[in-house]
């Protein structure tokens, strides 16, 4: 029985994203998915690293250890992000997930770092083959956390284990092979908005082509808050296939995301950026010979002389009085709309970033006239170790431990540019909320002393915050010591 694979991948930026930071391939002996993060930080070049290293592993694996082979190479891309780290200091912080299946005619060999996810959809019902490596996931291992309470827990997104440049072990496993499975590799962009059930449904029906597209709609129509990548695979017989099902399989691989480089979405149609694009399109007319070219209106904007002359002689007095009347009702709406604007600039607030990305109440609206912004810095956010949040004037105390993107879970920053502005009481509450979410404080090992020196001190256990790590507790590979990643610092 010789068995193949019939695969297809789908990214999408989302609906809140302005880049892919994902990578994906997929090609007869190797499946692989790689969630960049860092933001400015260049997690796209992380996962283009990743995923590039690893496809030279598409080719049959014969007798050989797919687990060795996938954990060798991904450990040889992790050491390339290490250097692009040592190189280009500016991409500190960047990292990526990663799940990757190889397959030999038999069986999968599977290689999972972070909260990208694998599952098997086989005889109609859908598992997940991977374990998120997230804090959460921890707090469910331990008994702490209710699985269904996940999806609203604050630090949802926290990731304990991502290829950043730092030694790390990943999950490695074999699974069988079957005639009828469908494999799905998928980003958390999809996973996080979208139900397991639904993920089900969509799956059991359809191509892998026509699964992926359906996998990315779904996750849209969620809110697209993160990027999208999936990719879809069939496991098939290749003795059953008739010619046309045989003519149908992918005969070279196929990749997604930013491994493609950038390109520019149109507007999604179901946004406000959609839906001022399409205002904002020019009418067009068909010339005579036939281009569909953007020209003028016949009479858009200019009154024939003819037309003048005949107008002229009948306005008389009514046109005069009729001028009168509409500057006068010109006159008022302006002194009204000023005071309108004057009241609604005076009483509105919204967040910025200021220097070093740190969390700014603007004092009016966001927008310039002839140059000028309607709106000034009024307080600065200072967040503590223990979590609590303080305003502070923008000339503010130096007391003040700045709140700053970077404090936040990467899905998280990508919504603070889209929050609306209103009331300081409303701007207030946005940013207790972003507070709930922070990052735990990061949490570094002490260099242990050397043989014959007393021991350092133990430091006092977290009471506030049962779930924390223990102070100095590392893991050897999820420890909270990459700020921006998976923690943050007070400064």
């Known amino acids: 029985m010789t068995l193949r694979l019939h695969y297809a991948v789908a990214s999408d930026r989302g609906l809140v994203r302005g880049n892919n930071e994902d990578s994906a391939y997929a090609g007869p002996n190797l499946l692989v998915l790689a969630d960049g993060m860092g933001g400015h930080a260049a997690g796209e070049i992380a996962s283009q690293i990743m995923v590039t290293h690893l496809q030279r592993l598409d080719a049959d694996p014969g007798d050989n250890d797919m687990l060795a082979l996938l954990g060798g190479v991904a450990d040889d891309a992790n050491r390339e992000i290490a250097k692009m780290v040592r190189e280009r200091p500016e991409t500190d912080g960047m990292g990526t997930t990663l799940t990757a299946l190889m397959f030999n005619g038999r069986d999968l060999g599977l290689c999972h770092v972070g909260d990208s996810r694998g599952y098997l959809l086989r005889d109609g019902l859908l598992e997940q083959v991977t374990v998120d490596d997230t804090f959460v996931q921890s707090l469910v291992n331990e008994g702490k956390l209710d699985p269904e309470d996940v999806s609203t827990h604050p630090q949802k997104s926290l990731i304990l284990k991502a290829y950043t440049g730092r030694p790390v072990d990943p999950t490695l496993a074999t699974l069988d092979a079957r005639p009828g499975d469908r494999l799905l590799l998928c980003s958390d962009g999809l996973s996080d908005p979208v139900t397991a059930s639904t993920i089900e449904e969509a799956l059991r029906v359809g191509t892998p082509e026509v699964a992926a597209q359906r996998l990315i709609e779904l996750a849209l129509r969620s809110g697209g808050p993160d990027n999208i990548t999936v990719v879809v695979a069939d496991v098939v017989e290749d003795s059953t296939l008739d010619d046309a099902a045989r003519a ?7 990749t997604a995301g930013a ?7 149109d507007p999604k149609p179901d946004t406000a950026a959609g839906r001022a694009a399409a205002l904002n399109r020019r009418p067009q007319t068909v010339s005579p010979g036939g281009d569909a070219t953007p020209q003028p209106l016949s009479g858009a904007g200019e009154v024939p002389e003819a037309a003048e002359e005949e107008e002229v002689p009948r306005r008389g007095g009514t046109f005069r009085l009729s001028a009168l009347i509409v500057a006068l009702v010109v ?6 709309g000023g005071w309108w604007a004057y009241q609604r600039v005076d009483s509105s607030y919204f967040l910025a970033t200021g220097a070093d990305d740190q969390l700014v109440v603007e004092h009016g609206v966001d927008f310039s006239i002839f140059g000028r912004d309607l ?25 003040c431990p700045s709140f700053s993107l970077q404090d936040l879970p990467e899905s998280v920053r990508a919504s603070v540019p889209g929050l609306e502005g209103g009331s300081y009481d409303q701007v207030n509450q946005q940013l207790r909320r972003l507070a709930d979410q922070a990052l735990p404080v990061c949490v570094t090992r002490e260099n242990p002393p050397a043989e014959g020196d007393p021991a350092a001190p ?4 977290d009471t506030a915050n049962p779930d924390a790590p223990e102070p100095g507790a590392v893991a050897d590979s999820g420890d909270l010591s990459s700020p921006g990643v998976n923690c943050r610092e007070v400064n």
């Open 248 to 254: 149908a399989l992918p005969g070279t691989p196929v």
């Open 259 to 265: 491994l493609l480089g950038e390109n520019p979405e």
């Open 331 to 336: 006159l008022i709406g302006l002194v009204g």
């Open 375 to 399: 709106h000034s810095p009024f307080q600065e956010a200072c967040l503590n170790a223990e979590g609590d949040l303080r305003l502070v004037d923008v000339e503010g105390s130096e007391d």
């Open 458 to 461: 133990a430091e006092p256990a």
